[in-house]
């Protein structure tokens, strides 16, 4: 084998279906941010069908549906995330972007779905006259309640669950069911205080994107979202999606993607070994207000590149040896959205490709047998490894900030002690979240002094599975209902085998009864078992040899 080439050896752990797809394993494009942008398609596992992306059009005032239609993939790959920030002193605006806000793959077009983004509370839902997603305020403008708490009605309209005011998908209310037939009130209906506030909205590669600003419509028609790499769209390429959201604050996750190094230690015998831990000498290549890029020469190669606000592309370049095929170059991407929901919650998307052991990832293709289910598992062990040691982090960090007044981007590297190159590009984070990030993201709202989540949740809450993913992931609820459904009638079947074990009287048949009495528990006992790991699994480093 050849020196510069990779032992297959120290390898073998990436034939876990689930190794390359780790949220957090830094490695992206060429670190030049305009490669970031390049030919705009949808990804074959969530959105198969290229369409015309489409920005509908505010509901306040009402009007028609307006579109902004990009139609050739050409018009996006000489899109650039520096095109925006060309000047280094230009102000960066949280609120002047697009933020992927779920997977279309698992919301469910039959009802509303709440979120929230920067603290401000939206709900999202599928408006089926235009078959777009559409996004609003979550509050009904006649007494303030949560249009999430609503549903679809007859019309196609979301229906309040309060006082039943409908609205269309461009805000307009279709209908006020206590308002008269004639007069001032029946006049209430096309009134511009009878709307709800409609939000930008794009569908591109399988993801949905919100604009947070209602006043910014001809800002987001003229703003191309992030796209993911032209790697997705080959056949040689298997791609996975998931999405989880976690209990603690944006810089805490976009600190803990930018740093390679940890893997081998936080996520042992998941995605990483402990003993295949070297040093990582990476290299900051360029930055500014669009974000910052940078990699390592080594084998693996890595390369990073952060577009601000929150996406992460992280690539990482295999030369190895194989029998009978010989010099083979492993690509795998990690493409992570970390979105602020709120001060302390942060929604993480990753959208993952490779272009080796394909057999191992869920896909389309007939021979891609791995239900996504079952990958989503071991992916949730990564954010598992992650979790309680980043609540403990935060924790210290807010201490600090608390106590001193300091602002923690400014003091980072007096309260952490950071000699390696490895932690370049958590620094350079740090850096650009002082310099042109304001410290952090601009929150809607009032700022209170409410305690954060990971100040206050214990470790079963903040590794609860069932409601930070299951519940919100289309593939695992629908695997969660199985595995209680098949469990129920194995109990059945084991309270009738037992029942009737002792009926008949040959020994023969009621030794056949009494054995199907003990498989069919022994076989609950083991969907129970498994299917914990839709809700919670304990995750403790120091019983992992």
């Known amino acids: 084998m050849a020196s510069n080439s990779l032992s297959i050896a120290n390898l073998n752990y990436l034939s876990n279906p689930i190794i390359s797809f780790s949220p957090f394993i830094s490695f992206p494009p060429h670190p030049k941010p305009p490669l970031l942008f390049p030919s705009f398609s949808s990804s074959k596992r969530s959105a198969p069908n290229l369409s015309p992306l489409r920005v509908t059009a505010p509901a306040n005032p009402p009007s028609p549906t307006e579109e902004l239609i990009l139609t050739s993939p050409d018009d996006y790959a000489a899109a650039s995330p520096s095109d925006a920030f060309a000047d280094e002193s ?30 401000r509370d939206i709900v999202l839902w599928f408006d089926k006259s235009s078959s777009q997603w559409v996004a609003f ?44 037939d004639v007069g001032p009130e029946a006049r209430a209906v096309k009134s511009k205080r009878a709307c709800a506030t409609a939000l930008p909205t794009l569908v591109s590669q399988g993801l949905l994107f919100v604009w947070p600003d209602e006043n910014g419509w001809e800002r987001a028609k003229a703003t191309k979202p992030p796209a993911l790499p032209a790697d997705f769209e080959k056949p040689e390429f ?14 805490t996750l976009m600190e803990n993607v930018s740093d390679p190094s940890h893997i081998d230690f936080a996520h042992h015998k998941v995605t990483g070994r402990r003993d295949r831990a070297k040093p990582l000498p990476f290299k900051v290549e360029s930055s500014g207000p669009w974000g910052f890029s940078g990699s390592n020469d080594d084998n693996p190669r890595i390369s990073a590149t952060f577009v601000a606000p929150c996406y992460y592309v992280n690539k990482i370049e295999i030369d190895t040896k194989l029998p009978i095929v010989g010099d083979q170059k492993w690509v795998i991407w990690i493409c992570s959205f970390n979105i602020p929901m709120k001060p302390g919650k942060t929604r993480s998307i990753v959208c993952s490709a490779r272009n080796f052991f394909q057999l191992t990832v869920p896909g389309p293709a007939w021979w891609q047998v791995v239900p996504r289910w079952l990958e989503h598992w071991t992916s949730n062990k990564v954010y598992d490894g992650d979790m309680i040691v980043l609540q403990g982090q935060e924790k210290i960090f807010l201490s600090q900030s608390t106590d001193s007044s300091v602002d923690i981007n400014e003091q980072y590297t007096k309260i952490t002690f950071t000699p390696t190159q490895a932690d370049r590009l958590v620094l350079a984070f740090r850096n650009w979240l002082r310099r042109h990030g304001n410290g952090q993201p601009e929150w809607f709202g009032v700022a209170t002094q409410q305690p954060l989540p990971s100040t206050v949740l214990s470790k079963r809450e903040m590794l609860d ?16 209902e199985v595995f209680q459904t098949l469990q129920k009638l194995l109990i059945g079947a084991t309270v009738v085998f037992s029942a009737t074990a002792g009926v008949p009287g040959e020994i023969q048949w009621r030794i056949v009864l009494s054995l199907f009495a003990a498989v069919s528990a022994g076989l609950a006992y083991a969907l129970y078992e498994l299917q914990k790991n839709f809700v919670f699994v304990d995750y403790v480093h120091g019983k992992i040899d």
């Open 465 to 480: 599975r069932f409601e930070q993913h299951t519940l919100k992931c289309s593939s695992c609820k629908r695997g969660y």
């Open 90 to 119: 230009s102000k960066f605006t949280w609120r002047d972007h697009w933020y992927p806000v779920s997977l279309v793959e698992d919301l469910d077009p039959r009802l509303p779905t709440p979120f929230q983004l920067l603290g």
């Open 238 to 251: 298997a791609t996975v999606t998931i999405q989880r959201d976690l209990y603690y604050g944006f810089d």
């Open 137 to 180: 305020d979550d509050k009904c403008p006649h007494r303030l309640a949560p249009l999430s708490e609503g549903r679809i009605d007859e019309n196609g309209d979301l229906q309040c669950s309060y006082h039943g005011w409908s609205f269309n998908g461009c805000g307009s209310c279709t209908g006020i069911p206590q308002a008269a």
